[in-house]
Structures are given as C-alpha cells and as structure tokens.
C-alpha cells in the first residue's frame, strides 16, 4: 500500500522585505527551511499553513 504525505510552506516577507525564514536541527545537523509543516487529518491546506 502506498500513500504520500501532503505538507505546507509559506514565505512571509514583512515590510523591509525581510523573509523569514526557520533555523531546525536534525539528526546533528542545522538547516535553514520557510514556514510549514504537515496537515493533520481532516485540516485544509490554509488552516495548516496558519498553524505552522
């Protein structure tokens, strides 16, 4: 069986044209990512991407 994981990203750029962006570590690594993450059931696209 196969399936596949729906996920969200934004770009926030506020009004100096700064974006934001997010720092995670993983595994012993950092790396940088915009915004988001994955829906959790039954939430729409634009409710998850406010979430995160």
Not at 21 to 41: A, M, N, V, Y
């Amino acid at each position: 069986m196969s399936y596949f994981n729906v996920r969200v990203y934004g770009v926030l750029i506020n009004h100096d044209n700064q974006v934001l962006i997010s720092d995670e570590q993983s595994g012993g690594r950092t790396f940088s990512k915009f915004p988001g993450g994955g829906l959790e059931l039954g939430e729409g696209l634009i409710d998850a991407l406010k979430r995160e």
